[in-house]
């Protein structure tokens, strides 16, 4: 049993072809993510919702307040917005969208972890899902802001509201 070691001019062929195909692949699948955060920017900045509420976020307007849970409208553009950011910290999380990528939404991002009503409404979220022994709401973007510590130590102080007025204790905890 003998074996030919040569290369003919089909082989090289078809290893040129085959480094194009992979060239051509990487630089499709480069361009569907950049369109996908493309996707995801745009309705950030074309949803009404969402434009309103990281505006209260950013301006650090006083939103969060006793009657928050009964407002509706206001609660429900609230949770959309972060259920939003949260399910791209979750896209993060999970590695389907790189590190380059997350930094056009870390701005909004951190500025909603900064923000006091922010903070407040996820203490009373945080107690109140502790106690019903239940995932906290938005937990992708509550662990981010735990990972890059915006919640200061006595956040998890169930009795913090008493002691300081930055917590409220709106939710039955």
Known sequence: MSFENTITLSNIFAIIAGFFALYQY????????????????EKIRSDPDMQNVVYLFDYNQEWYNLDFHNSGELERKVDKTLSF?????????????AKSDFCFF????????MNQGVIDYFYNL???????????????L????EKNRFFAADFYDKEA?????????YLNF
């Open 106 to 113: 870390q701005y909004e991002i951190r500025r909603i972890l």
């Open 161 to 169: 509201y008493k002691k300081c007025n930055k917590y409220h204790h």
């Open 26 to 41: 990487k630089k499709n699948l480069a361009l569907k993510r950049a369109s996908y955060i493309s996707e995801l920017t």
């Open 85 to 97: 950011f949260s399910f791209i910290c979750y896209l993060r999380k999970k590695r389907l969208i």
């Open 126 to 140: 945080y107690h109140f899902s502790k106690q019903n022994n239940a995932p906290i709401t938005f937990s992708y």
């Open 142 to 145: 509550f662990e981010y802001g």
